[in-house]
């Protein structure tokens, strides 16, 4: 119970997005164009969720706040919610489920084949969140799984550069946070890895 209401207020922060889209819809303040501003906010918003769940991690090794971790998965099925919100806008108010439509506009407009497959990529790693599945595939290998939500943040900053073309700003921004956030990991596995391998060098003792 105690943990629950610890995780409340994060819970509720995380629905904000969602709440401020019902409230702009149900007074009109979407715009001229409402299914385009729905797709464009649930996208970045499942951006913006997986950079944060990749800032927690370096953020608990530069505190030392272990706590942290406790809010780790709530955040990544968060990105995977708003993720899903996305593709069912895309899918549904833009495409009314016309598969062969879909077809059509994967093959000719590369950036969703690259947001789908970054949407894909999420799907595993929503379906293995829980305590239950870490036992069953163990540490590693499910580290080794979670890890797909490298590529997945990668290709989603991808996906946002290549829909905006003209104003990369944003996308610039958040490419460069997503490289700053796996450059630390990377920096952090060299720093802290075992010299496996390495021979101390001796020296050569002199002739007398």
């Known amino acids: 119970m105690k943990r629950f209401l610890q995780k409340m ?3 509720v922060a995380c629905l904000v997005p969602l709440a401020w889209l019902v409230w702009a819809g149900l007074a009109g ?11 464009n906010e649930t996208g970045t918003w499942t951006l913006r969720f997986l950079m944060i769940t990749l800032t927690i991690t370096p953020l608990r090794r530069l505190t030392g706040w272990n706590a942290l971790v406790r ?3 709530m955040l990544g099925l968060f990105a995977f919610f708003y ?6 806008t895309y899918v549904w108010l833009d495409q009314f489920f016309d598969a062969a439509e879909i077809v059509k506009d994967v093959a000719k407009r590369p950036f969703i084949t690259v947001g789908f497959t970054a949407f894909v990529l999420m799907v595993p790693l929503a379906l293995t969140s829980t305590t239950a599945s870490i036992r069953r595939l163990g540490g590693k290998r499910w580290q080794a799984l979670h890890r797909l939500v490298y590529v997945s943040a ?3 900053v ?3 550069w290549w829909l905006v073309k003209a104003d990369v700003s944003r996308p610039f921004a958040y490419g460069a946070i997503v490289a700053v956030l796996l450059g630390a990991r ?7 890895a075992p010299a496996h391998g390495r021979r101390l060098v001796q020296p050569r003792p002199r002739s007398a």
């Open 71 to 73: 809010y780790r998965r």
């Open 154 to 156: 990668t290709l989603g």
């Open 158 to 160: 991808v996906h946002y």
């Open 83 to 88: 993720g899903t919100l996305h593709l069912t």
């Open 186 to 192: 990377l920096a952090y596995r060299f720093l802290t």
């Open 29 to 39: 303040r979407l715009g001229a164009n409402p299914i385009s501003e729905i797709t």
């Open 9 to 11: 207020p994060v819970f």
